[in-house]
């Protein structure tokens, strides 16, 4: 029975993460962490574990919901394969190091983390900062580290990195069509393997809640993607017609006081 009201429950939460994601063009991450560190406490899941096991879950849910985006991007030529490709082996080193790192760390240090990281990229969609593409393309070296960075925060945020990636992407002379699209195909290499470093760091742990795989909680993981992909094209429809600019920085300020409240309750 339990498990069924976390499904439901998962289930309006994937509505929100769908639409947000269609009508503001976010990170589902931003919403999924949050909302699973209120939620999982109520599901009797011990508080050391939450942190963890929601960072896990929103990385699962991510490469479900990114699939799709990645392969309609390949198909309208928005990836340049020959920057995306290098870039994709950075971003998932990165990734997959920043499961191993949460795993160290204690659930306060990564509850304050995401929440210090979220005022920052909050702030910045608040102030809508806009990057001039000033910056020749650099190094292969330089880009990989930008990349494994990239993938170390994301994985330890439970997020795809596009929120970083793209401002970074188009600040370094790419254009804003192919940086989402690389963003988009580097935000589900995140995902994969910041997924199978979370499965694998939690298999160790013996007090997990029952139907979890490492620290994916599937409940929740099925409940999320089942309404997440009914949800975005909504948003997207509803995109064009509402003050999107303005929705973004009212969306920013509920992230800044949802992270403060994540600080002072930690």
């Known amino acids: 029975m339990l498990t069924l009201t976390i499904i439901l429950v998962c289930a309006v939460l994937g509505m929100s993460v769908g639409f947000m994601a269609g009508l503001l063009g976010i ?3 931003l919403i999924i962490v949050p909302a699973l560190v209120y939620l999982l406490p109520l599901f009797g899941i011990e508080s050391e574990l ?49 499961s191993f790192i949460a795993d160290l760390l204690p659930a306060k240090t990564l509850t304050s983390f995401f929440a210090a990281a979220v005022m920052i990229l909050a702030a910045y969609m608040l102030i809508s900062i806009k990057v001039e593409r000033t910056k020749a393309y650099p190094k ?35 254009q804003v069509r192919q940086a989402i699209g690389t963003a988009t195909a580097c935000g589900l290499m995140v995902a994969l393997f910041g997924s199978l470093g979370f499965i694998f760091t939690g298999l160790n742990q013996t007090n997990l ?11 929740a993981l099925l409940g999320i993607t089942l309404t997440s992909f009914l949800f975005a094209p909504v948003g997207v429809k509803l995109a064009t017609k509402l003050p999107v600019r303005t929705l973004k920085k009212l969306f920013a300020g509920f992230l800044i006081l949802v992270a403060i409240e994540m600080l002072v309750s930690s």
């Open 209 to 219: 809640p029952p139907w979890s795989v490492g620290y994916i909680y599937l409940p």
């Open 50 to 98: 939450v942190m963890p096991i929601a960072l896990a879950t929103s990385l699962a849910a991510i490469v479900v919901t990114s699939s799709s985006a990645a392969f309609a991007h390949h198909k309208n030529g928005n990836i340049p394969w020959h920057i995306a490709k290098p870039l994709m082996v950075a971003v998932s080193i990165g990734a997959l190091a920043g």
């Open 27 to 29: 990170g589902g991450g």
């Open 140 to 174: 292969q070296w330089k880009v990989n580290t930008i990349g494994v960075g990239t993938g170390v925060i994301a994985s330890l945020m439970g997020i795809s990195g596009g929120v970083i990636l793209i401002p970074t992407l188009s600040y370094l002379s790419i």
